[in-house]
């Protein structure tokens, strides 16, 4: 997360980073030194109890952390980071039903502490989604050749599935409708499936009648907003 928050924000001053595994914090500690600018702070801990004596930050994350916290710990790890928060929070989790089920409890802790949704949903109404069907998204990463012989893999990527929420102290200037699954696209017509700003999901069918926005349509992509 380190890294992905200063190839959006170069500038990046300070970060503190908890993390209970000495191993993965000497490493973390070695690869940041030289490719990170920003000053950062490797604190021993758990992240269940240990978030008390910590200042608030501007963006607190904690990414593919909640699966392997007890489940019965996770509400105060929540409250402890919303605590921390002076304007985001961010959880990221596989984009698994499991994952997503996660994302949903946090999503329902915060929203009842007066945090406004930034993404992805475009609301605060319950989720429009019913099992088996779930929330998540796809990026593909490039695997290196060490991360390809790790996992016995033939191709030099891999399609990571995650489902994410950002909760804000302010409320989201716009709600624009989520892009919640690859979009099909065809000759002169574009079906997406949509969460929207009312707290409804399902498809959209558009074609060029719907002039700039089927345009916009044609260019989105599964986890864009459509404008
Ligand atoms: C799957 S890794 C994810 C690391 C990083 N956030 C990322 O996205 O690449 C989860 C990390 O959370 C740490 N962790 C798990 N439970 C923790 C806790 N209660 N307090 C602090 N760190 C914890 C683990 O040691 C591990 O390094």
Known sequence: MLWATVDVWPELEQAVLVEASASVRKIGQS?????IAARADWVAGDATIDLDGLGPADLVSA?????????????????GLWRLTA???????????????????????????????????????????????????????????????AKDADV?????????????????????????????????????KLCQPDGSAGERLLSKRDGEVFKSARRADWGDTLA
């Open 31 to 35: 690869l940041a030194v030289g490719a």
């Open 63 to 79: 990414a593919y952390v909640l699966d392997e916290i007890a489940p019965a710990s996770l509400p105060k790890l929540v409250g």
């Open 87 to 149: 304007d985001t929070l961010l959880v990221v989790e596989p984009g698994t039903p499991a994952g997503w089920q996660r994302i949903l409890a946090v999503r329902s802790q915060l929203i009842e502490a007066g945090a406004h949704v930034s993404a992805p949903c475009p609301h605060e109404a319950p989720c429009p989604l019913v099992p088996p069907d779930w929330c998540h998204f796809s990026r593909r990463v490039a695997r290196s050749r060490l991360h390809r012989l």
């Open 156 to 192: 030099p990527w891999e399609d990571e599935k995650f489902i994410y929420l950002a909760a804000s102290r302010q409320p989201a200037p716009v709600r624009a409708a989520r892009v919640i699954a690859p979009p099909k696209t065809g000759s002169g017509k574009a079906a997406l």
